[in-house]
């Protein structure tokens, strides 16, 4: 369907944008040295990434195209119209096409191979797999999000010791944080953004414990105080949609990585040397069993991320910065927002068949009906003309109009800027004439209509339909109890003796009041004739060089609780034969 196409366009170009900004913010990062300057690096591509791919919905904004993928106006044409060898035209009968085919296939002794419907394609298989990927990584985060409610139901207060010692840490504005205690966690832990919480291990607050403590409230007073968990959010949207990209993963763990590189620095001033925090580091991860909740920020992750942690303590030779520049700020801001809107702009199909900025102007058509075989203009021969919307799976008539051949047997038609403005948009032409075979379904996709019109004194094969000399057939359709069958649309598809059977025609008619009907057939050769009974499958017959009265076709009533006969085959034995 069409939706589905449009997305896998979307998760592409978002895939690339993706990989190009995560690609160039992973080798800048490589050359910084600073905490405080990698992760304002790391936030502003994360903001990036997540907004780019949004931006591309954004209709009017300049584009720029790489032309790696085909217009999306031809995929959608090709995933409905077959090419034919006389000039790209695709014949169908709607319902009956299908039964058709098969019983001419028998009747010419070749396969003739036609298509009901579409299955599972590549396009079905790429968006079920990112959907899987999302759901699971959505699953996770809010199975972290019910463990967190569930623990902040079960947490209880501390010790007054532990409020006194976060006051002395931040002073007044710690007031605006929550402190709770709970025995269900071995780590301390930050949550929350408007109302941030603080939650400790019930063993920490136990006497002896204060050094430990503070060190611990220092942490992760330090997170909250710098909006990490905020940061944190944002990285959790942004795995939705990437979580797919290595890189994302490899700046994701940085990104904590630095968050806890400045959290350390403040959390080990609280102590009379680094070493005694970085022992502490060591402890905490030496007792620690359960993992944190997905969505809060916990005291330690990996094991070899702690190491890293306490060499960064130890062993680091410059002063880290507690934060940026506000000329860092700005060009890093900067470059952020141009990246994302170059990013925004890209396209990945070709040139033509992204929006333009001008409104497509309506267009007209001329048409002319001939005779096969002596070129002559057919006057007065009745012309239909739909235009469709075709998604993959179904399509639907914008409008229809009717036409009448002219002396010369010319005919005119106009389509719509509104209708031109829909890249599925393809055009279905009957044509008729009582002495001639009809031709049904001729059909063309817009880009073949907009060619033609480029070219000066072209006329367009789909257009100028030549019909076959033909010759009336009639008859009666009566249910097994002798009864009319009123309202039943009957297709016929005829090919002329000595003619491929691919280049036949097809013609249609519906019964009256009486069960009969009246159609026109090639003037010789063989024929077959399909019956659509509603809720049915369709009842072929073939009717071997016959024309005029065919008689009375009888159909079998269907099994009580069935909707399917019982065999197409019993009206072929009946037909012809009264």
């Not at 920490?204 to 050094?211: D, F, I, R, T, W």
């Not at 009123?486 to 598809?493: I, K, P």
Request: charged share 20%; aromatic share 8%; net charge positive.
């Amino acid at each position: 369907m069409e939706w589905q196409l449009q997305t896998v366009r979307w998760l592409l170009e978002a895939g690339v944008g993706g990989l190009l900004l995560l690609a160039l913010a992973s080798f800048v990062v490589r050359y910084i040295r600073q905490p405080a300057r990698q992760l304002l690096l790391i936030e502003w591509t994360f903001i990036a990434c997540f907004t780019a791919p949004w931006l591309h919905l954004i209709p009017g904004l300049p584009t720029w195209s790489l032309g790696w993928l085909p217009s999306s106006r031809n995929a959608a044409v090709e995933s409905v119209a077959d090419a034919s060898p006389g000039g790209g035209l695709h014949r169908s009968a709607n319902s009956g096409s299908k039964a058709l085919g098969d019983a001419g296939g028998a009747v010419s002794g070749k396969n003739v191979r036609s298509s009901s419907g579409m299955g599972l394609t590549w396009s079905h298989a790429v968006v079920a797999l990112y959907a899987a990927g999302a759901a699971w990584v959505l699953l996770q985060w809010l199975v972290g999000i019910m463990q967190l409610v569930r623990l902040r139901r079960t947490a209880e207060s501390p010790p007054a010791r532990a409020h006194e010692i976060l006051l002395e840490i931040a002073g007044p504005h710690a007031r605006r944080a929550r402190l709770l205690a709970s025995p269900r966690i071995d780590t301390p832990i930050a949550i929350g953004w408007r109302r941030p919480m603080i939650v400790l291990p019930q063993a920490l607050c136990l006497p002896g414990n204060e050094p430990a403590l503070r060190y611990a409230l220092a942490h992760e007073w330090n997170h909250i105080e710098r909006l990490d968990v905020v940061v944190w959010r944002l990285t959790a949207l942004v795995q939705v949609l990437f979580f797919y990209q290595p890189l994302f993963w490899r700046l994701r763990r940085q990104l904590r990585l630095c968050q806890d590189f400045l959290a350390d620095a403040q959390a080990a001033r609280q102590g009379a040397a680094v070493e005694d925090y970085a022992d502490y580091l060591v402890s905490v991860a030496m007792r620690r069993t359960k993992a944190p909740p997905l969505p809060a920020l916990a005291f330690s992750e990996r094991r070899s991320d702690l190491y890293r942690r306490v060499v960064m303590l130890v062993h680091c030779d410059e002063r880290l910065e507690n934060g940026c520049r506000a000329c860092w700020h700005g060009a890093v801001g900067a470059a952020a927002v141009l990246l994302t809107l170059g990013i925004a702009a890209l396209r990945l199909e070709a040139e033509e068949a992204v929006g333009k900025s001008s409104a497509p102007q309506q267009i007209f058509v001329h048409g002319r009906i001939s005779d096969h075989d002596t070129g002559q203009p057919i006057a007065g021969a009745t012309v239909v003309v739909r235009r469709r919307e075709a998604l993959a799976g179904h399509s639907r008539v914008l409008q229809e109009s009717l036409h009448r051949t002219d002396v010369n047997g010319e005919y005119a038609f106009s389509l719509l800027p509104r209708q031109l403005a829909s890249p599925w948009l393809y055009l279905e032409i009957d044509a008729e004439h009582p002495q001639y075979a009809a031709k049904c379904g001729v059909s063309c996709s817009l880009n073949d209509v907009r060619r033609v019109k480029a070219t000066p004194d072209a006329r367009p094969d789909f257009a100028a339909i030549r019909l076959r000399r033909g010759e009336t057939a009639t008859a009666v359709v009566e249910s097994v109890d002798g009864r009319p069958v009123a309202g039943l649309d009957v297709v016929a598809y005829s090919s002329s003796d000595g003619r491929p059977w691919l280049q036949g025609s097809f013609s249609r008619a519906r019964t009256d009041a009486e069960g009969r009907f009246r159609i026109v057939l090639a003037s010789s050769g063989d024929s077959v004739i399909c019956l659509l009974p509603p809720n049915s499958v369709p009842l072929l017959c073939v009717v071997h060089q016959r024309r005029g009265d065919l008689g009375r076709f009888r159909i079998p009533s269907p099994v009580a609780g069935d909707r399917q006969p019982r065999g197409a085959s019993m009206l072929a034995a009946t037909a012809g034969a009264r």
